[in-house]
């Protein structure tokens, strides 16, 4: 079993840039190596409606959920957690850090240009064009919002161009030691 530099594995970014498809596949992957671990879908654990007033992403409910599942999959057995999801400010990143029980935590975060964005969008969206416009307007808002952050240490990742299992063994290299 390799060791690990990390811990958690926070894979970030705007809309469309792979997140989930990431880290699906990098736990895939930590699971070929040997690697006891979870990967977690941020997005489940905030659908919940209607969201507050003051919280339309349901960030509060979404780190309740990770914490405690987090916690579950820790004692269960877990080495690694990856977790998809949008961290907007450091503030938040050391919320979702400490939800995951992190003591080194990988932020990763995924950017990707415009025109995949559309195209990746508009095959996940086929059959629902107000979901694929309220989409395609907030990329380069939250793309704006993240290249603003100021996160220190991430690790980018422009996936624009390379394949799920390129940007997965990039990630791969600064988790296994």
Same mark, same amino acid.
């Given at each position: 079993?390799?060791?690990l530099r990390?811990?958690a594995?926070? !894979?970030?970014?705007?809309?469309?840039t792979?997140?989930?498809t990431t880290?699906? %596949?990098?736990?895939d992957?930590?699971?070929? %190596?040997?690697v006891?671990?979870?990967? =977690? /879908?941020?997005?489940?654990?905030r659908?919940?409606?209607?969201?507050?007033?003051?919280?339309?992403?349901?960030t509060?409910?979404?780190?309740? $959920?990770?914490?405690?599942i987090?916690? $579950?999959?820790?004692?269960?057995?877990? %080495?690694?957690?990856?977790?998809?999801?949008?961290? +907007?400010t450091l503030? +938040?990143?050391?919320r $979702?850090?400490?939800?995951?029980?992190s003591?080194?935590?990988?932020?990763?975060?995924?950017t990707a240009?415009?025109?995949? =964005?559309?195209?990746?969008?508009a095959? %996940?969206?086929?059959d629902? +064009?107000?979901?694929?416009?309220?989409?395609?307007q907030?990329?380069?808002?939250?793309?704006? !919002?993240? /290249?603003?952050a100021?996160?220190?240490?991430?690790l980018?990742l422009?996936?624009?161009h390379?394949?799920?299992?390129?940007?997965?063994? +990039?990630? !791969?290299a600064? !988790?296994?030691?």
């Open positions: 079993m390799p060791d990390f811990d594995v926070l !894979i970030n970014g705007s809309v469309g792979g997140k989930t880290a699906e %596949r990098l736990g992957e930590l699971e070929r %190596r040997g006891a671990g979870a990967v =977690i /879908d941020v997005d489940w654990l659908r919940a409606w209607p969201a507050p007033a003051d919280d339309p992403f349901q509060t409910l979404a780190l309740e $959920n990770l914490q405690t987090a916690s $579950n999959f820790r004692r269960a057995g877990a %080495r690694v957690l990856v977790a998809a999801t949008v961290v +907007e503030d +938040e990143l050391q $979702n850090a400490t939800a995951l029980g003591n080194r935590l990988l932020h990763v975060r995924l240009a415009s025109d995949a =964005i559309r195209s990746r969008l095959r %996940r969206h086929d629902d +064009e107000a979901g694929l416009q309220w989409h395609v907030r990329h380069p808002v939250l793309a704006s !919002i993240l /290249d603003q100021g996160f220190p240490d991430e980018i422009d996936t624009t390379k394949a799920v299992d390129e940007v997965v063994q +990039e990630v !791969i600064a !988790i296994v030691g």
